[in-house]
């Protein structure tokens, strides 16, 4: 979405998962500028090989909620320069900006943007080639369709964030509409973006399409944008705080790798309180499994649903079929700040069943075999759930069902979602709060409204 003439163009590195990108930008003489950076830097220096570029400068736009930064690690091991708010008062070493500083890159400048709103010391990057805009790295500003979220500071400072939000969409608005717009936060973020959106666009094509941006009136934006926000997994609350005082530097030869604990001592530890995080394919789970394990299928997902799922504190033992790579699901813990990771069950769960333990195994169903034997508990978000769903379903969304769980009445209960995934995550929850007759819907509410020929209810 740059101007490829000069070369300005970054290419994005998107994490699906957790619905941002990353910006790998080639400054025309060997080196390179990330914009955003998770701590999981695989996807990020395999751009750069590919490109033959070293790292040369990191900028991150602000303090990060949902991952923890990649720039105290580039720092460290690529001697990169580190771009933040001065406002940010990050513990490590860095540069320090504030609104309209400038930095040469070498050719192109980066100059500094105060954009409060997602967050208090948020700044945008705004790309120039002599004193033409190219780009803006917006961040958690101004994204496609929307703007990011500002609740992440509490309840309390919601609305004075949001309204700060209005003022500096406001001020991205006003660059030429040609400029090129480079967010972190795109489909699939808590931090709030729309499905489906693009992951680059322009502050034109922003000016055209974006409704936050045809609302002119401060108080009808913040009722928009409040509006709009829905739940966010918990550990959005300490990973901010952990960017500020700068993640531990990682040995990558060290990382990937878990211990392979025996079944016995795998048992001790969640007798002892670790909790057992089953990997496998939803069908490998519900066909036996660790009773009261919590299925976290490895996918682009994992991340926010192992850090929503399971406290931090909380020491993880890992379950994983011998084709799971085990690099990648301890990345993801990592990048969310997971990291008392125990170690995997050596042999899986036909080293558990050899041993003589039980397994629970919960009914599949097709959703033409939904009848009246069990009630149906819908675990999607709240905005899910009233767009369409089974009529008479109980609604308690995923994130929410730990603590809920011992409150529900003890029933046959059959759990779904959109696929199977999070319902099959919410049979664990269940197990470990006493339910037993549990079954999960391979499918989602538009798959049982086609199969029994009637109609989703909507709202509450």
């Known amino acids: 979405m740059g101007d490829t003439t000069t070369g300005l163009a970054p290419t994005a590195v998107a994490d699906e998962g957790l619905g941002n990108s990353c910006h790998l930008l080639d400054l025309g003489d060997g080196g390179a500028l990330v914009v955003d950076p998770?701590?999981?830097?695989?996807?990020?220096?395999?751009?750069?090989?590919?490109?033959g570029l070293r790292i040369r400068f990191v900028a991150d736009t602000h303090l990060h909620a949902d991952f923890l930064s990649g720039a105290v690690q580039l720092a460290h091991d690529d001697a990169a320069t580190v771009l933040a708010a001065a406002a940010g008062e990050r513990r490590f070493d860095h540069r320090g900006l504030r609104d309209g500083d400038e930095v040469d890159l070498g050719g192109p400048t980066l100059t500094?943007?105060?954009?409060?709103?997602?967050t208090d010391e948020h700044l945008a990057f705004l790309l120039r080639d002599g004193a033409r805009p190219v780009?803006?790295?917006?961040?958690?500003?101004?994204?496609?369709?929307?703007?990011?979220?500002?609740?992440?500071l509490g309840a309390d400072r919601a609305e004075s964030l949001a309204r700060a939000q209005f003022g500096s969409l406001r001020r991205l608005a006003a660059l030429p509409?040609?400029?090129?717009?480079?967010?972190?936060?795109?489909?699939?973020?808590?931090?709030?973006?729309?499905p489906g959106a693009d992951r680059t666009s322009t502050i034109g094509r922003e000016l055209a399409a974006n409704p936050l941006?045809?609302?002119?009136?401060?108080?009808?934006?913040?009722?928009?944008?409040?509006?709009?926000?829905?739940?966010?997994?918990?550990?959005f609350l300490r990973l901010a705080e952990i960017n500020r005082r700068g993640p531990a530097v990682l040995d990558p030869g060290a990382t990937g790798r878990l211990d392979a604990l025996p079944v016995a001592a795998v048992r001790r530890l969640l007798a002892d309180g670790a909790v057992l995080v089953d990997a496998r394919p939803v069908a490998d789970y519900t066909r036996g499994h660790v009773p009261g394990a919590v299925s976290i299928p490895l996918r682009a997902q994992f991340a926010t649903w192992l850090g929503w799922l399971v406290p931090a504190d909380t020491p993880v033992v890992v379950l994983r079929n011998p084709d799971q790579d085990l690099?990648?699901?301890?990345?993801?813990?990592?990048n969310i700040g997971v990291e008392r990771l125990a170690g995997e069950l050596d042999g899986g769960i036909d080293a558990w069943i050899a041993a003589g333990h039980p397994?629970?195994?919960?009914?599949?169903?097709?959703?033409?075999?939904?009848?009246?034997r069990y009630r149906v508990l819908d675990v999607r978000q709240e905005a899910e759930f009233s767009a369409g769903h089974?009529?008479?379903?109980l609604h308690v969304e995923l994130g929410a069902l730990g603590p809920a769980a011992g409150r529900l009445p003890d029933a046959p209960t059959l759990v779904m979602c959109g696929h199977g995934e999070r319902a099959a995550g919410a049979v664990g929850l269940l197990e470990r709060a006493g339910h037993r007759d549990l079954a999960v819907l391979a499918g989602g509410p538009g798959d049982w409204a086609e199969a029994a020929g009637r109609d989703l209810a909507t709202g509450r």
Do not use: K, M, Q
């Open 38 to 51: 998770p701590r999981d830097l695989r996807a990020v220096r395999a751009a750069a090989e590919r490109a």
């Open 112 to 118: 500094a943007l105060e954009t409060p709103g997602h």
């Open 135 to 152: 780009g803006v790295f917006s961040g958690g500003s101004l994204i496609v369709g929307s703007a990011a979220r500002t609740d992440l």
């Open 177 to 194: 509409p040609a400029t090129a717009l480079w967010p972190t936060h795109g489909a699939g973020s808590f931090c709030s973006a729309p």
């Open 213 to 235: 941006l045809a609302i002119d009136d401060e108080d009808r934006f913040v009722e928009h944008l409040l509006g709009s926000l829905g739940s966010y997994p918990p550990y």
């Open 327 to 334: 690099a990648d699901l301890v990345w993801r813990a990592l």
């Open 359 to 372: 397994t629970a195994n919960t009914p599949l169903l097709r959703p033409g075999e939904v009848d009246g």
């Open 390 to 393: 089974l009529p008479g379903a």
